[in-house]
């Protein structure tokens, strides 16, 4: 089955400056890579999501980036808000089914 | 708009109860999930069901069983509660049965086993 890694587990950015979080993968066959953020006591949603036939989506402030060859995809958050604090999880296919990374606590300081 | 929701946001049980989660979807989608969320550990899935009564074992399935009777409702039974057990439980669903695609999760029940 997929494996995906994530790091870094917590990410501590001042508000204004850009957070990099960035994920592994183990099969060269996934080709749908999503990003969830869950803020405290509520619910994961999906932010953005990327399929293999694309390196780069972007939406406002956010972006995903995906390198099959090296088997990593990256979520960029430009211009941090304090609203951007939460746990961010990326996720890889496995049959059909999600593996999911183990978090990344992003905080961001006012 | 996705409606996921489940029974329970919080639950406090004894060890060796008899604990039934519910989950209810309002989209009409094929699969549904159950996922276990631990500091640390992500989530991680426990069962899941492509169909009405089709269910299939995820990562860590030992202690629990599943229940698809209808397409709407997906739950989690746990047999006999073990204090281990005290979890986080997202249940979730996503349109097409065989097809990666986004999943949409219920606000979560935080079970407490004493």
């Known amino acids: 089955g997929e494996n995906v890694e994530q790091h870094p587990s917590t990410l501590s950015v001042q508000e204004g400056d850009s957070a990099v979080i960035k994920c592994t993968y183990s099969?060269?066959?996934?080709?749908?890579f999503p990003w969830y953020k869950q803020e405290l006591g509520k619910r994961p949603q999906l932010i953005i999501d990327i399929r293999s036939n694309v390196g780069e989506k972007k939406d406002q402030r956010i972006a995903v980036t995906l390198n099959k060859t090296a088997k990593h995809f990256s979520l960029h958050i430009t211009e941090t808000q304090p609203e951007d604090s939460a746990v961010y999880f990326c996720?890889?296919?496995?049959?059909?089914?999600?593996?999911f990374g183990a978090g990344t606590t992003v905080t961001v300081r006012a | 708009d996705v409606k996921v929701t489940q029974s329970s946001r919080y639950l406090v049980k004894r060890t060796g109860e008899k604990v039934f989660l519910e989950c209810v979807q309002d989209m009409d989608h094929e699969n549904m999930f159950w996922y276990r969320q631990d500091p640390g550990l992500g989530l991680r899935l426990i069962y899941f069901?492509?169909?009405?009564?089709?269910?299939e074992k995820g990562d860590i399935p030992e202690g629990y069983s599943v229940s698809r009777e209808k397409k709407e409702r997906f739950s989690l039974i746990l047999e006999s509660a073990s204090t281990n057990q005290t979890s986080m439980y997202l249940c979730a669903s996503s349109p097409l049965a065989g097809e990666t695609d986004t999943q949409y999760f219920g606000p979560g029940t935080r079970l407490t086993v004493l």
């Open positions: 996720a890889a296919p496995n049959d059909y089914k999600l593996s």
């Open positions: 099969d060269s066959a996934s080709n749908y």
């Open positions: 069901s492509y169909d009405v009564k089709m269910k």
